[in-house]
């Protein structure tokens, strides 16, 4: 974690995972909800026996402070499940984007394919806990040569977004080779989430 007033200098305050958990795809809101920082993450001990996953799964986290996480506030937020494109492993990839209709979260998954193809869901914006809509089907998968081919052949991965007017552009990995950029309107996936 590190701040900045210019974006030139910064002033590095710490990590906020911890130094011996693998912790992937950690991802804070924006913005504070209900005076709590929130973050999107997959910490890779919490599936299996006695959790509520068999696989790396997204999970929502609380704090107080931005610096200090304490695991008993943990949630399950999203799991993998059926015999789909998702059903070996999920997690966070871009930072979740506030709109009108609650808080786009995209995410990436893995199914018994071994392509990692790009979800979408809408979570409540006084409750990101609370999923309002996750549809059945992905909004990209791997179909171009520089996607499918690569130093991971069948991989779009997300890492940022940002909507700008009413276009919502994706940045993403291709094959972990390429960075490469999507464009949707951003009525038009609402729409699709609805």
């Not at 959790?51 to 949630?75: A, F, H, M, Q, R």
């Not at 999923?131 to 171009?144: L, V």
């Amino acid at each position: 974690l590190a701040f900045s007033n210019d974006l030139k200098s910064f002033k590095r305050i710490g990590r906020i995972t911890q130094i011996d958990a693998d912790n992937r795809d950690v991802i804070l809101f924006p913005e504070k909800i209900n005076g709590k920082y929130v973050r999107l993450e997959r910490p890779m001990e919490y599936c299996g026996n006695g959790y509520e996953c068999d696989g790396p799964s997204i999970w929502l986290n609380y704090s107080d402070d931005i610096t200090n996480w304490d695991d008993s506030n943990l949630k399950l937020l999203l799991k993998p499940y059926g015999n789909s494109w998702r059903s070996k492993k999920l997690g966070g990839s871009t930072p979740p984007l506030k709109t009108e209709k609650g808080w786009l979260v995209l995410y990436h998954a893995v199914g018994n394919d071994n392509n990692y193809r790009v979800g979408a869901m809408l979570l409540d914006l006084n409750d990101p806990s609370h999923i309002i809509s996750n549809p059945d089907s992905f909004i990209m998968e791997p179909e171009f040569e520089y996607e499918t081919t690569g130093f991971y052949n069948g991989c779009v991965f997300p890492t940022g977004n940002v909507i700008v007017e009413n276009t919502l552009y994706v940045y993403y990995g291709s094959g972990d080779k390429y960075c490469c950029l999507a464009t949707c309107e951003l009525d038009e996936i609402i729409d699709f989430l609805k």
